[in-house]
């Protein structure tokens, strides 16, 4: 991403990032595009889990999805990861914490 952040979307990045799955599954993404059993697989995880921290990085547009069908019929759905670069400085933040929405704001 070349554009800066809103406060909500720096968030929601930042929120996406803090976890430990959702940081391998951007390591392996980095790597090349993957369906959710492939990732499950390569990370040890059920699908189901898989899903809820894709679903989590796909909020903070930090992976994009593509299903697909294979030669067999089976829908496939591909995860990608979306190019990114946060350069944070203080200035960076001042910036994005003018743009928080109330809701936000508040916690």
Known sequence: ??????????LAFFEALANRHRLRMVALLYEDRKYVSQLARELGLSRPLVYMHLNRLEEAKIVTSE?????????????????????????YIARATETLSNERKKG
């Open 67 to 91: 299903r697909e069908i294979s030669e067999s019929g089976k829908a496939m759905n591909y995860y990608a990861l979306e190019p990114f670069y946060e350069e944070i400085t203080a200035a």
């Open 1 to 10: 991403m070349s554009e800066e952040r809103t406060g909500d979307e720096l």
